[in-house]
């Protein structure tokens, strides 16, 4: 939708009309008549020639009446145009349910002119005074609606229909609310780990260069920080940036305590032995062996001659999960030295029964739907594919693979990233708590 100004469509009404629809389809707002107007010469002006088009006239009671046009909307300032569609259908709408009249006689499917639209007899929309006014009632062009009345002072939108990747339903639910952001984030703040011998959980991130595991950090921190955080742990070089394992006790909020997750950074994993974190360190580290600050150098492995080695590591020495962090955009695009790398980490940290769970980052930029709207994250196709990607890529369930959106480019934090992230982590600390049960 346009940046100007946005639709009055609340996100689970506009689930319910796009499952109106035969095909998956978006809709692209282009005539707001708060914004623009209530004339129709404005209208056409704005809106002919645009394609397929949707007609809202919106309701008291969060109801929505409408009319769907699979033709261009004609220019109809001067004379009266008729326009035949054997796709046509006029509907109503709300967020419980969602009802379709398929149009019967499709030779008189819509008309207009200077001061009227109409779907059949069905739904016409006019001028009255200043104001736009709404007519329903049952005829034989649609199917039977058994509307009946009259509304004034409507508010009317216009959308262009335009081909798209968002299904009907999403396939995980989450509550888009601010709500639901407080609540994943007190869990995250009072979290205390079950087992008697640790006062913290560490979290090791693994992952490829550019996969944004560093940019998790600085996420999480900005989600309970309240602000974006921007700090020099962040970088973009073709070997990245972490050349040390370094430890980020993660606050309840800027200065305040610590919480009970530490999220452990490393050299990224790179597409052989020799050119990024071997499996030799990275299993070091998991096991506790590697101390803070140890600088990896695949060609020198960790050994117990190392500096700082741990011979016999305590539990608060090791990691608890390990997250291995993936690029949607990246994953057709990966190596096999990398893919296989992965999947042997995979393997032997497994039978180290620790848990693992993928993130998978930057899923914005896969699908337009999600870019405009992060809420659209488990009902785009695109990225239900590449979840399914990173799933067989590390050999893990779809369950195990978590889409995320780091902090980036904005300069503000925002409810629903903040949401996607602590839901996340929530799942993190879900299965550690899973292991020490068992």
């Known amino acids: 939708m346009s940046a100007s100004f946005s639709s009055a469509l609340e996100k689970q009404t506009e689930l319910q009309l796009l499952e109106l629809f035969p095909r998956r389809v978006t809709l692209a707002l282009l005539f707001k008549s708060s914004r623009h107007g209530r004339n129709f010469s404005t209208l056409y002006n704005v809106c002919g020639n645009q394609g397929s088009f949707v007609l809202l006239v919106f309701l008291?009671?969060?109801?929505?009446?409408?009319?769907?046009?699979?033709?261009?909307?004609p220019d109809c300032k001067y004379t009266n145009q008729d326009v035949e569609d054997e796709d046509a259908f006029v509907f109503s709408v709300d967020k419980e349910k969602a009802a379709r009249f398929r149009v019967v006689n499709h030779r008189q499917a819509f008309s207009c002119d200077s001061s009227c639209m109409r779907f059949g007899r069905s739904l016409t929309l006019?001028?009255?005074?200043?104001?736009?006014?709404?007519?329903?009632q049952s005829d034989d062009i649609y199917e039977h609606t058994a509307w009946t009345g009259t509304y004034d002072g409507c508010e009317v939108e216009l959308h262009r229909v335009e081909a798209g990747d968002v299904l009907y339903r999403p396939w995980r639910d989450v509550q888009w609310t601010e709500l639901e952001r407080g609540r994943l984030r007190n869990n995250l703040v009072s979290y205390e780990p079950s087992n008697e011998e640790l006062t913290r959980v560490?979290?090791?991130?693994?992952?490829p260069v550019?996969?944004?595991?560093?940019?998790?950090?600085?996420?999480?921190?900005?989600?309970?920080?309240?602000?974006?955080?921007?700090?020099?742990?962040?970088?973009?070089?073709?070997?990245?940036?972490?050349?040390?394992?370094?430890?980020?006790?993660?606050?309840?909020?800027?200065?305040?305590?610590?919480?009970?997750?530490?999220?452990?950074?490393?050299?990224?994993?790179?597409?052989?032995?020799?050119?990024?974190?071997?499996?030799?360190?990275?299993?070091?580290?998991?096991?506790?062996?590697?101390?803070?600050?140890?600088?990896?150098?695949?060609?020198?492995?960790?050994?117990?001659?190392?500096?700082?080695?741990?011979?016999?590591?305590?539990?608060?020495?090791?990691?608890?999960?390990?997250?291995?962090?993936?690029?949607?955009?990246?994953?057709?695009f990966y190596s096999n030295g990398l893919k296989e790398t992965v999947r042997k980490l995979r393997?032997?940290?497994?039978?180290?029964?620790?848990?693992?769970?993928?993130?998978l980052t930057h899923v914005d930029e896969v699908c337009h739907g999600v870019h405009k709207d992060i809420r659209y994250v488990y009902s785009s196709r695109i990225v239900q594919e590449k979840i399914k990607k990173a799933a067989e890529l590390a050999e893990m369930p779809v369950s195990s693979v978590l889409p995320v959106k780091n902090y980036c480019s904005e300069v503000a934090v925002d409810r629903d990233i903040d949401i996607l992230l602590l839901s996340a982590i929530g799942q993190v600390l879900n299965a550690v708590e899973d292991t020490f049960e068992n």
Not at 61 to 73: H, P
Not at 126 to 136: E, G, H, I, T
Request: charged share 20%; hydrophobic share 40%.
């Open 202 to 207: 560490r979290v090791l991130l693994l992952g």
């Open 347 to 359: 393997s032997e940290i497994s039978d180290l029964e620790i848990p693992q769970l993928v993130f």
């Open 126 to 136: 006019s001028r009255n005074r200043n104001s736009l006014s709404l007519a329903l």
């Open 210 to 332: 550019g996969a944004g595991k560093s940019s998790i950090i600085t996420s999480i921190r900005s989600v309970l920080y309240r602000h974006v955080v921007n700090l020099p742990i962040i970088g973009a070089g073709p070997h990245g940036f972490t050349k040390n394992l370094k430890s980020y006790p993660i606050r309840a909020e800027r200065g305040g305590s610590i919480t009970a997750l530490t999220l452990c950074d490393t050299m990224a994993l790179g597409n052989s032995e020799w050119n990024g974190l071997t499996v030799h360190d990275a299993l070091a580290v998991i096991k506790g062996h590697a101390s803070e600050g140890h600088e990896f150098q695949p060609q020198t492995p960790i050994q117990p001659s190392t500096a700082g080695y741990r011979l016999d590591p305590s539990l608060k020495d090791k990691i608890h999960c390990v997250v291995f962090t993936l690029d949607a955009c990246e994953l057709t």
């Open 60 to 73: 008291e009671g969060g109801l929505v009446r409408g009319g769907f046009l699979n033709k261009s909307l």
